[in-house]
């Protein structure tokens, strides 16, 4: 038996210091398992185990953002439900479910079945509530189908001021879709080396979205329909031998969306009608296959894997525009021939070439090979004018990464690694057709003693691009400005740095600190981000008050700030030198204290108190601008405040009771929504959103259940 | 002098040569009786160990269990126990048997050795080297074998016990706008695979864009007109644990898109708050910004759709 024999051999290596284990420590007896009844082990019996519990809840006011992911976005009373339960039958079978808040609309429920070691079936099903917006008006109808109109008797205009049937024609609406889950997946253990795995999902997407429309000079908000469809299989085969394994897979994706277009009326004065194309149906296989293999010298270890996938997408195409006065041409085709392949591939070698002494290569390939058709379109340019026939890009990425590392154990206190990791990116189609970066790492762990430990890592890299080249547009007036390099294939240095410090002075007493900086510096590009920096410092704190009293205190403080230097200019095409910066100053503070209390009352009251809170605030300030541009933006904030009381009161064994209060109020300040009306831009007509900001307060009162042996209870 | 000799001592310990481990003459056995014997002491040990008869770890029909047939049961783990659990001299320390996690004095690559020798074929196939590994992570600081449930495999629980390392990831997940893991609805190991993986990041799938494909499959494609970062790397954009701008953007548009874009006339000009909603009310600001008009920004499959305004 493999277990039995890596024991032994790690028993021996124990034995021997950390040296590697010799023949003699295999020859361990072993024990006399006619003597091992484990006549005192509590294994459970057939029967039903576990809890289930109910409440009811009452949520004090409407809030979209508030009921974002949880479902509780209506004032009143929710009836919500969870379990947690188990049936286990005799040789080894059970059946369990596990579902959370049943009753809203962020269920999820989990049922499996088998005998553990032989097989398992398990079926899923979990919801996720998106409620994006509730504070938007509309002026049109048909939301979440693939066609928008207006309202008869409708006045169009050059601007939102000249819409006269607006205010009469907006109408309250939600934007928001749930996305829910549907799962089955099997394993069957065929031997102890040999298993199978299989599952299949299948995720819909259904609502409304937001979107836009736009034609020459003027735009809209719009709703556009969610209705996707996702199907997605895995299957693998699993061997795993002694000291070795391997795992042949496959991978399917498949997603369906019912509406290829959204087509609706243009408000303003121009084309009557708009159409933009919505997700085409795409596919995906991959083939996959991976596996490790330990050798036995220098406990060296293999692990390699490959993967070749393809992608398709051949939805038929929409005409080039819906308004009749245009005479576009043909298409080159009637349904796009999308293809790209993709292969993925590692192999990393690690080894312990002495006790003290890891070492670790790994070399990494990735491959996005687009192998779509390129044909020349003849764009007619947002309904409205036929632009040069463009021939679409079809952008491919190569990635290959080379890694080294290598790490020591000086001793039980100090313990030290240190690397080297290249990553090459090609690029097809591109300003930059290659850029390399060298990455050099150093990581040093102290533990003087046993209270406390220190970590430091410190990472300096230097990425370099290959010469820049323009790229051809559909005119002068599209192109770029030429001293442009954008952020993600530009030269860059990089540096960062990472300090933590855990102390634990007693049991009851731990505190971490930790601080983390990262600088970008892009001193080769005149235009585009020229700089960015991060910095943040935690810190947590747990302290055990007094008997069963647990405290908990943490704060965090993240600061991210950039630097985007512009060359604003008219003429055409745009060859003007830097004149102005944009610098961004981004806070995020979070602090918090959690109280545990469990055990009062003679163990029959438990409590829990939990408050937080996060602060955010953003600052843009324009400098050296052009023109009249010279005022900085007002402060973007937002304030989330938390506090959750929570008492569980064990009436017996079998029941207790629960009573909560939260509550949880959000603020923001956000100028880009802030004052701006339906009408407010004037060539813009939009929902008018405002930041969603709420206090909300719930009360909960509920029970739980415990199925538990009368032998417990007593 | 005393500070020196404490100086060299402290040197000594520090780059190993005073380092030790625990060893004895004899080869230990293992005990007369199993876990039988164990539970006579331990039953009511502090931290609880019995729940373990509740999990996988404690069940008697699965063949691959320490608890099937003819297994070593606490032995398969903690090693042979019967010095452990003999007679001991008054005064002496007991024998240590295996343990684990970071503060056990067994070493912890010996430690994950032995839970890799069963769990081969669940995790070891990119363990070895892999982030966790080499930072000498013990497979029993995040995994709790002994309570009924191991907070790490449940979706409500697992974030906790990632921040214990992670912290700076916690903070992440109150931004204003960040994935649903403060809900619950989402896991860390949606999208990450902390026993190893080959990509980075330790992603569940196999590259970053893939594995966002995973929820997000209508943006994978490949459409007529690409936006190249977005095919290239989501995270040239996106802050996928969250963010202080909405959609989990890095920095707030119209700056965002200026750093990529500047042909002439509204793309290359700066703004400032003269263009909000109490001034000029720009469309390059407010509401949907630069989406207004460029609505596909994750890439149009429209004949027209070059520009992305289609």
Redesign the interface.
């Known amino acids: 038996m493999n277990g039995n024999r890596t024991l032994k051999v790690i028993v021996a290596a124990l034995l021997g210091a950390g040296t590697a284990a010799g023949p003699v420590a295999l020859a361990q007896e072993m024990p006399d398992f006619d003597q091992w009844q484990c006549r005192f082990c509590p294994f459970p019996e057939a029967g039903v185990e576990g809890s289930l519990g109910a409440s009811v809840l009452h949520v004090s006011e409407d809030s979209a953002r508030f009921g974002d992911y949880t479902g509780l976005d209506e004032k009143g009373g929710y009836i919500n439900a969870d379990a947690d339960v188990t049936y286990r039958a005799e040789g080894g079978y059970a059946a369990s479910v596990d579902a959370r808040n049943v009753g809203l609309d962020s269920r999820s429920i989990d049922l499996r079945a088998g005998r553990q070691g032989s097989w398992v079936v398990d079926l899923s099903w979990d919801e996720l509530p998106r409620r994006l917006d509730d504070s938007g008006r509309t002026v049109y109808s048909g939301l979440g189908s693939d066609t928008l109109s207006l309202p008869t008797g409708w006045v169009r205009g050059n601007f939102t001021f000249d819409l006269a049937a607006l205010d009469a024609s907006l109408r309250d609406f939600t934007l928001g879709w749930d996305r829910k889950t549907t799962g089955i997946g099997v394993e069957v253990v065929q031997s102890q080396r040999l298993r199978y795995e299989a599952e299949w999902t299948r995720q819909t997407k259904e609502g409304r979205g937001l979107t836009w429309g736009n034609f020459l000079g003027v735009a809209h908000d719009l709703v556009k329909p969610l209705d996707y469809q996702t199907d997605q299989v895995d299957a693998a085969l699993i061997y795993a031998g002694s000291g070795w394994n391997v795992r042949v897979g496959y991978y399917g994706s498949f997603f369906s969306n019912k509406d290829t277009a959204l087509t609706w009326d243009n408000p303003f004065n121009g084309p009557d009608r708009g159409r933009s194309a919505q997700a085409p149906d795409n596919r995906y296989h991959q083939g996959q296959i991976s596996g490790a293999y330990r050798f036995s010298t220098w406990d060296t270890s293999l692990n390699a894997s490959y993967a070749r996938g393809r992608m398709e997408q051949t939805d038929a195409l929409l005409q080039y525009t819906v308004n009749p006065a245009i005479m576009a041409p043909a298409l080159p085709l009637q349904e796009f021939d999308g293809r790209a392949d993709t292969t993925h591939a590692n192999l990393r070698l690690t080894s312990r070439p002495a006790d003290r002494l890891r070492l670790s290569a790994e070399y990494r390939y990735s491959e996005r090979d687009n192998q779509s058709g390129q044909y020349d379109w003849a764009t007619v340019q947002a309904d409205a004018f036929t632009t040069l026939p463009f021939m679409n890009p079809v952008y491919s990425f190569e990635n290959r990464d080379l890694s080294l590392m290598a790490d020591y154990r000086f001793s039980r206190m100090l313990h030290g690694s240190a690397g080297w990791q290249q990553k090459v990116r090609e690029r097809d189609y591109q300003n930059v057709d290659r850029t390399e970066e060298d990455i050099f790492w150093g990581q040093l762990r102290f533990r003087p003693m046993s209270e406390l430990s220190l970590s430091f890592r410190g990472e300096t890299s230097s990425r370099d691009a290959s010469d820049y080249q323009a790229i051809p547009g559909t005119g002068a007036g599209a192109e770029q400005n030429p001293l442009l390099r954008k952020y993600y294939q530009a030269d860059r240095d990089r540096n960062l740095a990472q300090i933590q410090a855990d102390f634990t002075p007693a049991t009851r007493v731990s505190l971490s600190v930790r601080y983390e900086r990262a600088d970008d510096r892009y001193d080769e590009s005149l235009v585009g981000l020229i700089s960015s920096e991060y910095d943040q410092i935690s810190a947590e704190a747990n302290l055990q008050v007094w008997k069963a009293l647990v405290m908990t205190a943490y704060f965090s403080r993240d600061n991210y700030d950039s630097v985007t230097v512009g060359a604003g200019s008219f003429a055409v095409p745009n060859t003007a030198p830097p004149n102005w910066q944009g610098r961004t100053e981004d806070r995020h503070d979070v602090q918090g204290v959690a109280l545990s209390w469990p055990g009062l009352v003679d163990g029959k009251l438990d409590l829990r108190a939990d408050w937080m809170r996060a602060d955010t605030t953003g600052d843009i300030d324009i400098v050296n601008p052009l023109g009249s541009a010279a005022n900085p933006f007002p402060t973007l904030r937002s304030k989330l405040t938390g506090t959750e009381l929570m008492a569980d009161w064990h009436l017996n064994p079998r029941w207790s009771l629960n009573l909560g209060w939260r509550w949880e109020k959000y603020s923001a300040d956000d100028w880009s929504k802030d004052g701006v009306g339906p009408a407010t831009i004037a060539n813009v007509l939009t929902f008018g959103s405002q930041t969603l900001d709420y206090d909300v307060n719930i009360f909960l009162l509920g029970f739980k259940y415990n199925f538990i042996r009368e032998k417990e209870e007593d | 002098m005393l500070l020196r000799a404490s100086v060299v001592s402290f040197a000594l ?12 003459d004899e ?10 014997g164990c ?2 002491c331990h ?1 009511d040990w502090d931290p609880p160990l ?1 729940g373990i ?2 999990t ?1 770890h ?11 047939e ?4 606490c ?2 783990c903690h ?2 126990g019967a010095a452990h659990g003999g007679r001991v001299r008054r005064g002496d320390p007991r024998p240590p048997i ?1 343990n684990f996690g970071s503060e056990a004095w ?2 912890i ?2 430690q994950n ?2 839970c890799l ?2 769990h ?3 995790v ?6 892999s982030t966790h ?2 930072n ?1 992570v013990a497979c029993a600081d995040c995994h709790s074998l002994h309570p009924p449930s191991d907070p790490m495999l449940s979706k ?1 629980t697992q974030a906790d016990a990632c921040y214990a390392c992670h ?2 990831v ?2 992440d997940f ?3 706008s960040a994935h ?1 893991v403060r ?3 989402l896991a860390c190991t949606d999208c990450h695979n902390p026993h ?1 993986s ?3 990041g330790l992603l569940v ?3 970053l864009n ?1 594995t966002c ?3 997000h ?10 936006h ?2 977005v ?3 989501c995270t ?1 954009c996106h802050d996928p644990h969250g963010a ?2 909405p959609s989990m953007l ?3 548009a119209p ?1 965002l898109c ?8 509204h793309p ?11 001034g000029t ?3 390059f ?5 630069c ?3 460029h ?2 920004v994750h890439g ?8 992305l ?2």
């Not at chain 2, 404690?58 to 099937?68: A, I, V």
Request: proline fraction near 10%; aromatic fraction near 6%; charge should be neutral.
């Open positions: 310990v520090l780059l190993g040569m005073a380092d030790f481990a625990w060893a004895q080869e230990p056995g293992f005990s007369r009786r199993g876990a039988d539970i006579g039953s019995m008869f509740q996988p404690g069940s008697p029909h699965d063949m691959r269990s320490p608890f099937g003819r297994q070593l049961q032995e398969a090693g042979p295996i067994t070493p690559p010996q050795a032995l020798d069963c081969e074929g669940h070891g196939e990119q363990w070895a080297g590994d080499i000498t409500r912290a700076n916690k903070s109150l931004k204003p649903p809900q619950g609805k190893g080959n990509s980075e799938r196999s590259n893939e494909y995973s929820c499959t209508e943006k994978r494609g490949p459409l007529v007109w690409e190249a970062p095919v290239e790397d040239i202080v701008h890095t920095r707030r700056l200026q750093s990529c874009h500047t042909p002439s006339g290359s000009v700066p703004y400032d708050s003269g263009n909000l909603a109490g009310a720009s469309p600001v407010l509401a949907g910004n989406l207004s008009c609505t596909q149009s499959n429209h004949p027209s759709g070059k520009a305004m289609r």
